[in-house]
């Protein structure tokens, strides 16, 4: 079993910035694929960014390009989510997750079979 646990969440003012980390046990970090996903209130869970298993090839959403940038650690078994310029509609809970698939690029949730327990992020405007 795979154990993640995400940190870096806060208050920020519109055009902020917040690093979120998420490391990762229990399991052999680089054979995981890892994603960044969010949930605002009243909505479902989101695909935010991803990343293969050594970190060459990433997938970001329309709406964080050029403000998110997803890395990964596997010496240290994290994953973070550098956000810049953030607004208010980036408010939600952020997850980590951990996909075995090869599907981890799909966008998918159902792809990713561990999950962390959400760091808020909140933006005001």
């Known amino acids: 079993q795979v154990q993640l646990v995400e940190s870096g969440g806060g208050l920020v003012q519109a055009g902020g910035s917040l690093r979120l980390s998420c490391a990762a046990s229990?399991?052999?970090?680089?054979?995981?694929?890892m994603g960044w996903f969010r949930q605002a209130p009243g909505n479902e869970r989101k695909t935010v960014a991803l990343i293969d298993w050594t970190g060459s090839s990433t997938y970001y959403v329309d709406s964080v390009k050029g403000r998110f940038t997803i890395s990964r650690d596997n010496a240290k078994n994290t994953v973070h989510l550098q956000i810049s310029n953030l607004k208010p509609e980036d408010t939600a809970v952020y997850y980590c997750?951990?996909?075995?698939?090869?599907?981890?690029?799909?966008?998918?949730?159902?792809?990713?079979?561990?999950w962390g327990q959400g760091t808020q992020v909140t933006v005001s405007s």
């Open positions: 997750a951990a996909s075995d698939s090869n599907r981890w690029d799909s966008g998918l949730l159902e792809a990713y079979d561990y």
């Open positions: 229990g399991g052999i970090f680089s054979n995981f694929a």
